[in-house]
């Protein structure tokens, strides 16, 4: 069974950079798709990032564009979410998440992800 485990999130001020990684372990195979969602208190999840394994498409919400960058280290199956100029509006729970079976259009409903990450922490501070 697939194992993912999130790390990275700090409490940051405004302007700042972060890193996040998601360590997978486990039988993942080799197809599927990998992504980092976020939750805010009060909030549902939501979509951030993704990229599918072979690291041929990568995915963003339009809110994070030019800002966060996400990557894949297959050989050692851990996504990372490079995270550039983080306001307050960042603030959340990090999640990594595994579709096993992708879809392109369901990309970005939680509902189509396997396996989930207890999340991270991310706060960014005024």
């Known amino acids: 069974q697939v194992q993912l485990v999130e790390s990275g999130g700090e409490l940051v001020q405004a302007g700042a950079s972060l890193r996040l990684s998601c360590a997978a372990s486990g039988r993942v195979g080799s197809d599927g798709l990998m992504a980092w969602f976020r939750q805010a208190p009060g909030k549902e999840h939501e979509f951030v990032a993704g990229?599918?394994?072979?690291?041929?498409?990568?995915f963003y919400a339009d809110s994070v564009k030019g800002r966060f960058t996400v990557s894949l280290d297959n050989p050692r199956t851990t996504m990372y979410l490079q995270m550039n100029s983080l306001n307050f509006e960042d603030t959340a729970v990090y999640y990594c998440?595994?579709?096993?079976?992708?879809?392109?259009?369901?990309?970005?409903?939680?509902?189509?992800?396997?396996?989930w990450g207890k999340g991270t922490q991310v706060t960014v501070s005024s």
């Open positions: 998440a595994l579709d096993s079976s992708p879809s392109t259009w369901g990309y970005r409903s939680p509902s189509q992800y396997d396996y």
């Open positions: 990229i599918t394994w072979d690291r041929t498409n990568t």
